[in-house]
């Protein structure tokens, strides 16, 4: 445990004896999504940071990549790049191939894979894939680094997942609670649940803050909203 | 032409006129695939093409291909050749959009296109691509329409039109050069359409079935319609006079836009040239 601080922490915890290089930095950053019956909402707070330093107040970590689906990723922004365009020019070739743009389920298991691939030499990328299934369904799709993938109808990933991912197992899962039905899921209430759960992550989490973009998708296509969160 | 056939075995033997026979039997089988035009304004690039179908149990060949969002091409000869080429281009633009995040431009593509094709040409194991490609784009020095032949060669071009029976198209987009820079985007489709029009025998009609339509301009991520899609554009035009003939009998319909009518006019003024057949009527199944 204290070896890997000192080869991959922050340099004030680094051994000042040895010098080694990481191919890896994290650049913070925190997502959420949140799927109803004929909508899904995916959201991304917009800071970029590394360690104590932050690069952008303004980055949106959440890539369209149909009309129908999108994707939050955090992480190493690098990979983060690299991963959207590697996964761009795949999309590209699937509707030139096939005719048809990706589905959602579609798109969500060739992620998987092309994660898995570099299963040696992982994308150090946190995602969450967003979308509007075959029929018409909401649906979101959590990624562990190496494609480990899980179909749900709400997700955290991130930094501050620690602090979120409870907050949402509660109000919207129903867990931890006796005799209490978790609610219908309304766009409104996605809505203040997502903005609920970011602002209090920022409180408390020194990596999230600045902003954040909300997207929701709908059958009828696509909408944004922008809100702010504490810059400190 | 006396010696033909003792020089034509192989592409990379010259024949005593300095031809290769090869290359020029390839550019025949361009010739009998079924006709594509393609022509240009200042802002649209625009190809129309007639689809085969095999019989009438088959459904009509496909002669479009998409390549990127702001290039199509369209075929006419062997579709498999046609297929690799398409691969091929698509890579291509798939690689500058990853590697240089921006839309690859004509001239580039057609270079690399042309250089792959070519060698084709000069090798023993090889035989030239059956295919004769008409691609349209809009990249940033504008619309661009090319034209590719099996012999490598590639052509920029203002208008073009390859397959059987194009030699009327080409007449009729000769007669109306000087009208296509300021067309609207509909009178472009129009001109494109009445072009192919004239490759048809007096007794068929461009129908939804058998016409597809590809294009791409300033403003305007390519599109690509088949089918019922193609409906609004095909409106009225069977009802005006042909270079050989009567059109169609069916109720009349208004042209698709009032400035249309004025193109009426003028292709109905202009004396029809003489029909010319190069290729006997009929199916091929091998070339679309």
Redesign the interface.
């Known amino acids: 445990m204290a070896l890997e601080m000192m080869m991959s922490g922050p340099d004030y915890m680094r051994d000042p004896r040895k010098h080694q290089f990481s191919p890896y930095a994290n650049n913070g950053g925190t997502s959420v999504a949140i799927a109803g019956d004929d909508f899904v909402m995916i959201a991304s707070d917009t800071r970029l940071s590394r360690g104590f330093n932050i690069f952008s107040r303004e980055q949106d970590k959440v890539f369209p990549l149909t009309p129908k689906t999108m994707m939050a990723s955090s992480g190493c922004w690098a990979d983060v790049l690299t991963l959207n365009k590697v996964l761009q020019a795949r999309l590209t070739m699937y509707s030139h191939e096939h005719h048809d743009m990706m589905s959602t389920t579609a798109v969500a298991q060739l992620l998987s894979t092309m994660l898995y691939w570099r299963r040696f030499f992982p994308y150090y990328v946190s995602n969450i894939l967003a979308g509007i299934d075959e029929e018409g369904k909401g649906v979101v799709y959590h990624y562990d680094p190496v494609g480990h993938m899980e179909k749900l109808t709400f997700s955290a990933t991130g930094e501050s997942v620690s602090q979120i991912q409870p907050l949402l197992d509660n109000q919207i899962g129903g867990l931890n609670m006796l005799g209490v039905k978790p609610p219908t899921m309304t766009k409104d209430l996605a809505r203040q649940l997502i903005h609920d759960a970011f602002v209090s992550a920022a409180e408390r989490d020194i990596n999230t803050g600045d902003g954040i973009i909300i997207h929701t998708i709908t059958k009828d296509g696509k909408t944004e909203e922008t809100v702010k969160l504490r810059r400190d | 032409m006396l010696f033909r056939n003792q020089y034509d075995n192989d592409v990379t033997v010259w024949s005593p006129q300095g031809r290769l026979h090869q290359v020029e039997y390839a550019m025949e089988a361009v010739k009998q695939g079924s006709a594509t035009v393609g022509v240009k304004s200042s802002s649209h690039a625009v190809l129309v093409a007639l689809k085969r179908a095999s019989s009438e149990l088959a459904a009509h060949q496909k002669k479009i291909m998409?390549i990127?969002k702001h290039i199509a091409v369209s075929i006419s000869g062997l579709t498999a050749d046609a297929r690799v080429l398409s691969r091929f281009m698509?890579t291509e633009c798939?690689n500058e959009?990853?590697a240089h995040n921006q839309a690859l431009s004509l001239n580039k593509l057609m270079e690399r296109v042309g250089a792959k094709m070519q060698i084709a040409t000069q090798r023993y194991d090889k035989r030239p691509y059956g295919v004769g490609l008409l691609l349209a784009g809009f990249d940033e020095d504008g619309p661009h329409i090319y034209q590719t032949c099996p012999s490598a060669n590639y052509y920029d071009c203002q208008a073009m039109a390859i397959g059987a029976r194009s030699q009327s198209a080409r007449t009729y987009l000769e007669r109306h050069l000087d009208e296509f820079r300021s067309s609207t985007r509909e009178e472009l489709i129009r001109h494109a359409l009445r072009a192919l029009r004239d490759t048809l025998p007096n007794d068929v009609e461009l129908t939804n079935k058998n016409c597809s339509i590809a294009i791409v301009g300033k403003g305007e991520d390519l599109s690509i319609y088949d089918d019922d899609d193609v409906n609004p554009y095909l409106e009225g035009l069977d009802q005006e006079e042909r270079r050989g003939g009567a059109g169609g009998a069916r109720d009349a319909q208004p042209p698709a836009a009032p400035t249309a009518a004025a193109e009426e006019d003028d292709a109905a003024s202009a004396p029809p040239p003489p029909p010319t057949d190069e290729q006997p009527q009929g199916d091929s199944m091998e070339t679309d």
Request: net charge neutral; glycine share 0%.
């Open positions: 998409p990127d698509r798939l959009q990853f």
